[in-house]
């Protein structure tokens, strides 16, 4: 039976899926997601306590504002899915969705010549070519029965967060399976109810292994389900650390003042720059190291990390460039203090009978061993992905070289949403599915394939400058020159605020961008 054909196929429907299937609504795309519900990792990888890093106003769709948009609260996950759900509802785009629908394989048979490096790369295929080009086999819940279905374009979203954890390897006889305890990732934990995590947790000795924002949290709850005499305290185990900030105020300035406008971006390298600009980010490099030491000197004095150990070696701004700046919760360190979260730093461990061995020669009893560790994103899309589009997923630097954080120079008639990360992912994957809606309505052309990847080992070099996480593809310091070489190539006017005033020294975000 011949494949179901259509225009678009679109996969995921997490915020980036959503975002992609608003903007190509007009082409009537065919929108999978394996689960039975929208919302992506805030539906399946959120514990209890699982609250937004940023405020409202700060992760929002352009088109579609909080009712509440002003509140100072951080928003829990369950009002996010809620924010999601009107989102989804107020532009009809569930009706593209298919539901229990997991995308297992997906192949091209497309032409792939105009990108084959043999020779100087030429231009990119057209988007959409006016007959499939990628079969997408899909698996429906319950059953094994595969259904084919064929697309000109393919959106990817199933983003790096998620579905397939990422697990440490151990020397043989050293892993969990000699644990006498119970080990699990938190993408388990995320599965269990709260009745289910009270029994996981309660008067049990728990080591979470991680120090980022899902190892933080997951030690709080640890601590609450612990309280009083008859409580085991928490040990998370540390091998990066990395800073956190107990909110969005630094010596009484706002946060958005040190690297969320057009005049704090400016002392930031970023790509395309001159050599003017890039002699006068020299001169200035004293005032940026100088932004991210009064950061450092107010999360020093405002939170207890010299005390428990906890101060990171690198610059802030090494955490900032690489999105790995989080939210610490109120409470954590009065539990710390009461002996209900300890710290642990190790460079190397592995699994005994009774706990965690490690390279110091000391040991942990655990009953319960929590692998915070995080996930494999490349691991998910390379088993869907066949080759040779598979292996050029790392070129050239262990990086997915995204032309404006969503084409794949080298990989035809598809997108990639919701890789490129930012301190506001939602508005990065609502500007870049604005530009790619745009882009598939012929509304302005794609430079050569040989341009794009020049782009594209620009931004990583940027990158690669400012911080030693630079794998995880993040724009942070250089956003604003991002999203006005997004709009200038759409034809928009790159510069969006009323005045000079506010567009030099006010936050740029996506109500900017209506």
């Known amino acids: 039976m011949a494949p179901v054909s259509s225009k678009i196929g679109i996969i995921g429907a997490g915020v980036s899926g959503l975002a992609a299937a608003k903007q190509l609504a007009h082409h009537n795309p065919l929108v999978f997601e394996a689960s039975d519900s929208i919302g992506g990792v805030w539906r399946h990888c959120s514990y209890r306590s699982t609250k937004l890093q940023s405020l409202r106003c700060d992760y929002e769709f352009s088109d579609f504002p909080w009712p509440d948009r002003d509140s100072t609260s951080f928003p829990s996950y369950t009002e996010i899915l809620e924010y999601?759900?009107?989102?989804?509802?107020h532009f009809d785009v569930l009706k593209f969705v298919r539901f229990n629908s997991k995308v297992v394989e997906i192949r091209f048979f497309g032409d792939r010549e105009a990108t084959d490096l043999t020779g100087k790369p030429g231009d990119y295929p057209t988007i959409l070519p006016g007959h499939p080009v990628w079969e997408v086999a899909v698996q429906s819940n319950h059953s094994d029965t595969i259904e084919w279905y064929a697309f000109e374009f393919l959106v990817v979203c199933i983003g790096k967060y998620g579905d397939v954890p990422k697990i440490p390897e151990f020397p043989r006889n050293k892993g969990p399976e000699i644990f006498q305890g119970q080990v699990l990732h938190t993408l388990d934990y995320c599965k269990l109810q709260k009745e289910e995590t009270s029994q996981l947790l309660k008067g049990k000795k728990v080591a979470v292994i991680g120090f980022k924002k899902s190892a933080i949290d997951l030690a709080l709850e640890c601590a609450e389900e612990n309280q009083g005499p008859e409580g085991q305290p928490c040990t998370m185990v540390v091998r990066t650390l990395h800073w956190t900030v107990p909110h969005y105020w630094i010596w009484g300035l706002p946060?958005?003042?040190?690297?969320?406008t057009r005049s704090s971006q400016f002392l930031h390298e970023k790509p395309n720059q001159s050599f003017?600009?890039?002699?006068?980010?020299?001169?200035?490099?004293?005032?940026?190291?100088?932004?991210?030491?009064?950061?450092?000197?107010?999360?020093?004095w405002k939170l207890p990390l010299q005390k428990y150990g906890l101060k990171p070696d690198h610059p802030f701004e090494e955490d900032y460039a690489s999105c790995q700046m989080a939210i610490m919760p109120e409470n954590f360190f009065s539990e710390a203090d009461k002996g209900k979260i300890l710290f642990k730093r190790a460079s190397n461990w592995w699994f005994s009978k009774e706990g965690i061995e490690f390279d110091d020669d000391?040991?942990?009893?655990?009953?319960?061993?929590?692998?915070?560790?995080?996930?494999?994103?490349?691991?998910?899309?390379?088993?869907?992905?066949?080759?040779?589009?598979r292996t050029l997923l790392e070129y050239p630097s262990g990086i997915m070289p995204l032309y404006r954080g969503t084409i794949?120079?080298?990989?035809?008639?598809?997108?990639?949403?919701?890789?490129?990360?930012?301190?506001?992912?939602?508005?990065?994957?609502?500007?870049?599915?604005?530009?790619?809606?745009?882009?598939?309505?012929?509304?302005?052309?794609?430079?050569?394939?040989?341009?794009?990847?020049?782009q594209t080992t620009k931004e990583m070099a940027v990158s690669k400058k400012t911080t030693r996480f630079y794998?995880?593809?993040?724009?942070?310091?250089?956003s604003i020159n991002h999203s006005d070489e997004i709009c200038e190539e759409m034809g928009w006017n790159s510069w969006r605020k009323k005045n000079w005033i506010s567009e030099a020294f006010s936050p740029y975000g996506s109500q900017d961008y209506i």
């Open 408 to 454: 794949h120079p080298l990989v035809p008639n598809i997108a990639f949403v919701g890789y490129l990360e930012s301190v506001t992912n939602l508005h990065t994957s609502e500007l870049r599915s604005i530009w790619l809606a745009r882009l598939v309505d012929e509304k302005f052309k794609l430079p050569s394939v040989e341009k794009m990847i020049e």
């Open 276 to 300: 003017l600009r890039t002699l006068l980010c020299l001169l200035l490099s004293p005032m940026r190291r100088g932004a991210s030491k009064i950061i450092e000197s107010y999360l020093l």
């Open 471 to 478: 794998k995880r593809h993040c724009i942070s310091t250089f």
């Open 84 to 89: 999601l759900t009107s989102y989804a509802n």
């Open 255 to 260: 946060f958005y003042m040190f690297y969320s």
């Open 362 to 389: 000391t040991k942990l009893e655990a009953d319960v061993v929590v692998l915070a560790t995080g996930y494999d994103g490349k691991k998910k899309l390379k088993a869907i992905l066949p080759e040779p589009s």
